[in-house]
T-cell receptor, first 112, second 116 residues
């Protein structure tokens, strides 16, 4: 069975400092992995996805994630946080039959 | 492109009544739509998958007679919460895919249901 674990429920950073949101996955086969962002009262937006091509995936708004099979990790990073990055972030693994399995989410707070 | 809307964005209903939530793909045809439920400060849980013109497939533990899903056209799916109870209060989110094109799901903005 497929699952994802987001290691931090809350992350707080200062504006202009790096962001690291951690995600570990479990999958019985080569997974597709995603990061989604959810701003308050807004729909989910896809940040980036890994589908067995390059292990370093670049997404929108300066985010990127690296697929590490040996560590079963897919951490999300951004070199410099912006106030507008404050939101809920979900690490997601494909569960077969086009289903998505969501992690518990990480709330990112960005302070001036 | 790939915009999904939901209506209403918020709804309050009384216990025992039914409420319908609409999910529309505005600029593409959705062969498949998904309904999720999100509890406060929790993650999204898949409730059911619906393919246009077919009966929905419900996840384990989801009551199909309580959460009626219809996907009558390639741009519209509806979720009806029947005989609502306060424990049905939640944030309901739909997503849509055109599997003829890709497996990517496009999410709606969600509907906040409060049952009093």
């Amino acid at each position: 069975a497929q699952s994802v674990t987001q290691l931090d429920s809350h992350v707080s950073v200062s504006e202009g400092t790096p962001v690291l949101l951690r995600c570990n996955y479990s999958s019985s086969y080569s997974p597709s992995l995603f990061w989604y962002v959810q701003h308050p009262n807004k729909g989910l937006q896809l940040l980036l996805k890994y589908t067995s091509a390059a292990t370093l995936v670049k997404g929108i708004n300066g985010f990127e994630a690296e697929f590490k099979k040996s560590e079963t990790s897919f951490h999300l990073t951004k070199p410099s946080a912006h106030m507008s990055d404050a939101a809920e972030y979900f690490c997601v693994v494909s569960g077969g039959y086009n289903k998505l399995i969501f992690g518990a989410g990480t709330r990112l707070a960005v302070h001036p | 492109g790939a915009v999904v809307s939901q209506h209403p964005s918020r709804v309050i209903c009384k216990s025992g009544t039914s409420v319908k939530i609409e999910c529309r793909s505005l600029d593409f045809q959705a062969t498949t739509m998904f309904w999720y439920r999100q509890f406060p400060k929790k993650s999204l849980m898949l409730m059911a998958t619906s393919n246009e013109g077919s009966k929905a497939t419900y996840e384990q533990g989801v009551e199909k007679d309580k959460f009626l899903i219809n996907h009558a056209s390639l741009t519209l799916s509806t979720l009806t919460v029947t005989s609502a109870h306060p424990e049905d209060s939640s944030f309901y989110i739909c997503s849509a895919s055109d599997l003829r094109d890709s497996y990517e799901q496009y999410f709606g903005p969600g509907t906040r249901l409060t049952v009093t």
